[in-house]
């Protein structure tokens, strides 16, 4: 089913906290809605799902508008952070709930709870209660409850922040999986952007109630359009430094104090000449090398497979990766590269790209 | 080391052992004029007469025991007076756990017009004593009474009547606690069940209901126990044994005109409790496990 949202509103006397979004999602496509708590993504799911009715706005599904459609009639399933389990009723009840309110015959719905249950790996669970399962199992019984009516539309809320950080993965991969297999359009909310990244089609970036971004995870790290969705995707997060960008002689320097990088052409370019503005770099993209920036190492943060190392450049200070292996310590001198062909400029007013705009 | 930590221990083991007993001392002298009076009240049904806790007979010695305080159970109208009682607890329950149960899911949901400041008037009308209202309810009842066919059930000098007047007075308790009870149950366990294809009132019957099942017992428990001790209200607003609960049939017998028959007093009392302990006896478990497991799992 494919969803549409246009200039979607909602407001709560003068507390907006949805403010004009508009997507569309496609048949069959995994979109996330990722931003901070708070932001409106979970209000954006309500709204969808048909809990909450919207200020103003369009809310369609496959062309149909249907803003005043009760939640019952929208043939959606959801699964919510707190898993929202019936706590009085065994696992098979829960799972079979929607269907006994569709009024189901009894024979089909055996068949399709046992079916539904077998799939998500909790067959053997039907007669427990709940209270008697682990956080993964009610995650997936709460799954199983959200399938068993064949929605078109599937939502989550969440779903993974109460599991520990190793279910959590293996969660992730599942319902990937199990997205793709079924070919339901999902709407997934997450303030996680690791979940995101990994799990989305497209991703709905939201701030302050506003869309800020809505592109497909490559894109959003790549070329993030907002010094938000630059510090917001991407794990350890961007370095951000105050720079002023000239030309010297056909080439482009990024300049601060205690640092002087060349830049690319293509991107020194549309930086050049704008005063004072914010130079942004991914962790990865800054390496340590025999010369080039000085700085001192001021934190080392073992990762395991890697350190991640804050280093002091001037009155600045850069994160990067590091071999381990190299045997860092604080207080170390070192020298810096930086992969500026990977550089990104923002406005430090407006807050947006220099490079990517629309 | 561990040798000398055992010998600590056994050292201090007669302190710790009177530690732990001095709660218990200062607890059972605090209850022990309860349990006196409960006991003279046991004691007295049996006897003659007492002489402190002693059953004696009429000469003074000690001895006396009879069964004559209890012969009001072979005059029938005790058996209605309890059916009465019984009759307004049990309406009691289930008035107020009905009407409680549906309003407080309302005001702890719903957004309606007033809802704040009908949340703000109960809670004044609660603190209104019903001493005050005595007038205006009789009125009330009076004009009940004159309606045809309904008036037979709930108007003056009716069990029913007696049982409404109840019930209202215990609605804005009833109705905060109730509320309250709503407002633990996660918003997510109903959003779920209205994405699943549930109406609203299935969504409250099927899915919140049973989650304050614990706090609706011990609103319930608690009607009772007020319905079956009510006396102000059956009092005033009953004439005559046809209609009285056991109470008011109790206090006959203290009247001011004649002498109270003490013992007599007492067996009839200790006749009231009964139910009152059988009832708690099998809501207790539902009592305890207000806290035991009311919304566990699914939180």
Not at chain 1, 76 to 81: K, T, W
Request: proline share 5%; charged share 20%.
């Amino acid at each position: 089913m494919k969803v549409e949202l246009e200039n979607l509103t909602k407001q709560w006397g003068n507390v907006i906290g949805v403010d004009h979004i508009t997507l569309d999602v496609r048949d069959g496509e995994f979109v996330a809605l990722l931003g901070p708590s708070g932001c409106g993504k979970t209000t954006t799911l309500l709204m969808i799902a048909g809990i909450y009715k919207p200020t103003a706005g369009f809310i369609r599904f496959d062309g149909q508008v249907v803003n005043r459609v009760e939640p019952k009639d929208r043939n959606i399933g959801m699964v919510f952070q707190s898993y929202a389990l019936y706590p009085h009723m065994t696992v098979f009840q829960n799972i079979s709930y929607p269907l006994k309110l569709k009024k189901t015959p009894k024979e089909e719905m055996h068949r399709r709870v046992q079916q539904v249950a077998d799939m998500m790996d909790i067959g053997h669970l039907m007669d427990r209660k709940p209270a008697q399962l682990s956080g993964g199992q009610q995650q997936r019984v709460a799954l199983g409850r959200a399938l068993v009516k064949e929605p078109q539309l599937l939502l989550f809320d969440e779903p993974l922040s109460n599991l520990d950080a190793r279910l959590r993965l293996s969660m992730r991969g599942e319902i990937k999986r199990l997205q793709m297999d079924l070919g339901v359009t999902s709407v997934y909310v997450t303030h996680d952007q690791v979940e995101a990244m990994t799990m989305a089609d497209r991703i709905a970036v939201i701030k302050g109630g506003q869309l800020q971004a809505y592109d497909n995870p490559e894109a959003l790290y790549d070329r993030p359009r907002t010094l938000f969705i630059g510090s917001f995707v991407g794990n350890p997060p961007m370095n951000f430094l105050e720079v002023a960008v000239t030309r010297e002689n056909g080439e482009y320097h990024a300049r601060c104090a205690g640092l002087d990088v060349a830049l690319p052409p293509d991107r020194g370019e549309k930086a050049a000449g704008k005063g004072t503005l914010i130079l942004g770099i991914r962790p990865e993209d800054v390496t340590l090398a025999e010369q080039g920036v000085a700085g001192e190492i001021y934190v080392v943060e073992p990762l395991g497979r890697d350190d991640l190392l804050d280093v002091r450049v001037g009155e600045v200070s850069v994160r990067l990766l590091a071999d381990p292996a190299l045997g860092l310590r604080m207080g170390n001198h070192v020298h810096l590269n930086f992969n500026t062909r990977k550089a990104q400029f923002f406005d430090p007013q407006t807050e947006k790209s220099l490079l990517w705009t629309d | 080391m561990t040798a000398t930590t055992f010998e600590t221990e056994r050292k201090s083991g007669v302190w710790h052992t009177l530690g732990r007993a001095i709660p218990y001392i200062l607890l059972t002298i605090s209850i022990l004029p309860i349990v006196v009076g409960y006991a003279w009240v046991i004691i007295a049904t049996f006897s003659v007469r007492t002489e402190g806790l002693l059953p004696v007979d009429r000469a003074g010695h000690i001895g006396g025991f009879t069964l004559q305080n209890w012969t009001f159970l072979s005059d029938p109208e005790i058996w209605k007076v309890t059916l009465n009682t019984f009759g307004i607890a049990i309406g009691m329950v289930i008035g107020v756990g009905f009407v409680s149960s549906l309003a407080g899911y309302a005001l702890s949901r719903m957004n309606f017009a007033g809802r704040k400041g009908f949340l703000g008037l109960t809670l004044i009308l609660h603190a209104f004593r019903p001493e005050m209202l005595l007038i205006a309810i009789f009125h009330v009842l009076l004009f009940i009474g004159g309606i045809p066919l309904i008036g037979k059930f709930i108007g003056f000098n009716t069990v029913g009547g007696v049982a409404l007047v109840m019930i209202s007075l215990e609605l804005p308790l009833g109705i905060w606690l109730m509320k309250g009870f709503f407002d633990n149950v996660t918003w997510d366990m109903e959003r779920s069940a209205l994405i699943d294809g549930a109406s609203r009132f299935r969504v409250w019957w099927e899915i919140i209901l049973p989650q304050v099942k614990p706090g609706l017992a011990a609103l319930a428990i608690f009607e009772f126990v007020s319905g079956w001790n009510a006396f102000l209200i059956p009092f005033t607003f009953t004439l005559g044994s046809k209609v009285s609960n056991l109470p008011v049939y109790l206090n006959r017998f203290s009247g001011d005109t004649s002498l109270v028959a003490w013992n007599q007093v007492a067996a009839i009392g200790l006749f009231s409790l009964i139910p009152v302990l059988i009832f708690f006896i099998f809501t207790q478990e539902s009592l305890l496990s207000i806290y035991g497991g009311g919304s566990k799992g699914g939180v």
